[in-house]
């Protein structure tokens, strides 16, 4: 008799992005990442996420890194692993938008130096903002992974999710990710999301989830359950709390249940080892608090935009009123159509909420809030106050197109600007335009 061969679930180990920017603020030099990587290439995982998100601004920012040398080195570590990085849609690795021809030439770059997996989220979930990047993902012949904003409101329902879900399977993905930014998604909802979205999409399915709240492990269980092929995951080190769902425990738990995740657990139980050394190098970084934290079920504020918040008070000896704020965030989500909480738009809201609490509700109207109002960001989940949106339109009509269509290609000019710069260097000048003077003039120095 012929047996059943086990089910295989494929594991994206995320300790080198997404961990580090979760506990040690993204601070870990690349010759530090390498140690881990090569011991994470020996162990048979199938994907690491390595790149992306606040990556690259941290390399230009603070640790005058090259970021693409930093692809680089990783992939190369790395070469039978899937390459996955996080792409802010439109925004790229930025906080806004950029012109088509900038976002087509950042997305080569990114695939010339090694990046095989790019997962595209836009922060209203308004899947025009994804489509530039899908179509020269496209172009490079690599993966490109749409991914859904995991928020709790009164509008973001399963049909909600499993609609946009489809319509990035419309766009051309080749899988879509639920991304569970803040930890907040429960098993139950998990098994049910997944369970609707494979009946819904033909495309696999990747869970990304926190474990703020403690119940990470839990969801991704039950996401492989109800037939979910990719799961995020970190090395034990960085696992738990404001980070993931633990690695080394989902190999044994997985294949203890019958099924097959390629891993061999003694070599990943040598990545871990490195990853506890390269941790405690970085404690300078690390978050007072960086465990469980359950409040989040209650307010629904995820756990890096209530201690930034908190700090900011602090500053302005205003740490009073940081109950009124924490009930003021949904208020102002509530005018501003719902968004998700996720860069850029969750410091849009708290910013808007903090004004509103300490200047009086909507005394002031921030910039960013406005251009939101406007339509500039794209599509909110829900519609914004038609109130508020009058006065900062002040009889314009709002922006109903594609935001990125009213951006004219920067690149000519941009090449102009530059002259005999490589298109790598260009991206970091047109992407920071700020931090790009005192990278490059450090990179000379170091020369
Ligand atoms: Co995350």
């Not at 180990?13 to 881990?36: F, H, N, P, W, Y």
């Not at 696999?204 to 703020?212: A, Q, R």
């Not at 850029?344 to 109002?373: C, D, E, M, W």
Request: aromatic fraction near 6%.
């Amino acid at each position: 008799m012929k047996s059943e061969s086990p089910r295989k679930v494929k594991l994206f180990d995320i300790t080198l992005r997404d961990g580090s920017q979760s506990k040690v603020a993204t601070r870990i030099k690349l010759e530090d990442l390498l140690k881990v990587a090569r011991k994470l290439a020996a162990s048979g995982i199938y994907g690491a996420e390595t790149w992306g998100g606040a990556t690259f601004d941290v390399c230009v920012r603070y640790l005058r890194e090259d970021p693409w040398e930093r692809a680089r080195l990783l992939k190369a570590a790395m070469p039978n692993v899937q390459n996955m990085m996080l792409i802010r849609g439109q925004n790229l690795v930025a906080y806004t938008n950029f012109s088509d021809d900038v976002v087509r030439k950042f997305v080569h770059a990114a695939a010339r130096n090694g990046i095989d997996v790019f997962r595209i989220f836009d922060a209203l979930d308004d899947v025009r903002n994804h489509q530039a990047v899908i179509k020269a993902v496209k172009e490079t012949g690599k993966t490109s992974e749409g991914a859904v904003c995991y928020t709790i409101s009164p509008v973001h329902t399963i049909e909600k999710f499993v609609a946009k879900a489809r319509q990035l399977e419309d766009s051309g993905v080749d899988q879509i990710a639920i991304k569970d930014m803040a930890g907040l998604i429960d098993p139950a909802t998990t098994f049910e999301l997944v369970t609707n979205l494979k009946k819904a999409v033909s495309v696999p399915i990747h869970l990304h989830t926190h474990d703020n709240c403690g119940m990470g492990m839990m969801s991704a269980l039950k996401a492989v359950e109800a037939g979910c092929e990719m799961i995020d995951c970190v090395l034990s080190p960085f696992a738990g709390g404001t980070g993931h769902p633990c690695t080394e425990s989902l190999v044994f738990a997985l294949e203890r249940l019958g099924y097959d995740t390629g891993c061999d657990l003694e070599k990943l139980t040598d990545a871990a080892e490195e990853a506890k050394v390269m941790r405690s190098l970085y404690s300078d970084f690390e978050a007072p608090y960086s465990g469980v934290d359950c409040r989040m079920l209650v307010t629904q504020i995820p756990g890096g935009v209530m201690s930034n918040l908190s700090s900011q008070l602090k500053q302005q000896n205003a740490l009073d009123r940081l109950e009124e704020i924490i009930k003021e965030i949904p208020r102002v989500r509530e005018d501003l159509g719902w968004i998700p909480l996720v860069t850029p738009t969750s410091q849009i809201v708290v910013s808007q909420a903090t004004f509103n609490v300490l200047l009086g509700r909507y005394k002031i109207i921030a910039n960013h809030t406005a251009n939101l109002l406007k339509g500039l960001y794209g599509e909110t989940p829900a519609p914004v106050d038609k109130e508020l949106q009058d006065r900062v339109l002040k009889g314009q009509p709002p922006t109903t197109v594609r935001p990125a269509e009213l951006l004219p290609p920067m690149w000519p000019e941009l090449e102009k600007k530059f002259p005999g710069l490589s298109d790598e260097e260009i991206l970091i000048h047109a992407i920071f335009p700020h931090e790009a003077q005192g990278y490059f003039e450090s990179k000379q120095g170091a020369r």
